[in-house]
């Protein structure tokens, strides 16, 4: 471990200047390839947040070693994984987080839940991710996994809001607890 932080420290980029450390940036890792990339780099850009977000396409439980995997201390502060419940074993993934010391901001069904809440207070049971996007399409027409951050950025407050008051099952998300991080920094 100690020779990787030394390689770390002395690394340079491809230019021969030594690399800048990226004090309180946070890496985000997410199985989402489209959505939740556009939604975490919008929000950086629109409210300053420093972020780094990652894309691999795994199940909840390997994204977290992935994330791990990727992630150092010189750079970053902290590391979250962004998941969805989907079909997958969130409890496992859950125990993998707190073992590597990985933040988990898990939605249930899906990461559209959040979007949702940014226009409505919507507490009922969402069947999966085509009905949750089906349910955003109303707030967000022609809503394709593709998004523009700007749709979103006058709801974050009240997504915020409505997410912490939703109780855990469907529909529920904690994004709301990454994202207060991301304002803060």
């Not at 690394?11 to 004090?23: A, D, F, H, N």
Request: hydrophobic residues 40%; positive net charge; proline residues 4%.
């Amino acid at each position: 471990m100690a020779k990787r932080e030394k390689k770390r420290e002395n690394s340079q980029s491809r230019l021969g200047r030594p690399r800048e450390l990226r004090p309180g940036h946070v890496l985000i890792a997410t199985g989402g390839r489209c959505t939740e990339p556009a939604y975490f780099n919008g929000l950086a850009r629109a409210r300053g947040a420093r972020v780094k977000v990652r894309q691999k396409t795994d199940s909840p439980e390997n994204l977290v070693r992935y994330a791990k995997s990727i992630y150092t201390k010189d750079e970053y502060d902290s590391v979250w994984c962004v998941v969805d419940v989907d079909d997958f074993d969130i409890m496992a993934a859950r125990v993998e987080a707190a073992r590597q010391g990985v933040e988990l901001a898990v939605s249930e069904p899906c990461f559209e839940v959040w979007l949702l809440l940014h226009f409505i207070d919507h507490r009922a049971h969402v069947d999966n991710g085509k009905a949750a996007c089906k349910l955003l399409a109303k707030h967000v027409p022609a809503y394709d996994k593709k998004l523009d951050y700007a749709a979103f950025e006058g709801g974050v407050d009240m997504a915020v809001k409505r997410a912490k008051e939703l109780p855990a099952g469907n529909p529920s998300t904690d994004v709301w607890r990454l994202v207060e991080v991301l304002l803060r920094h």
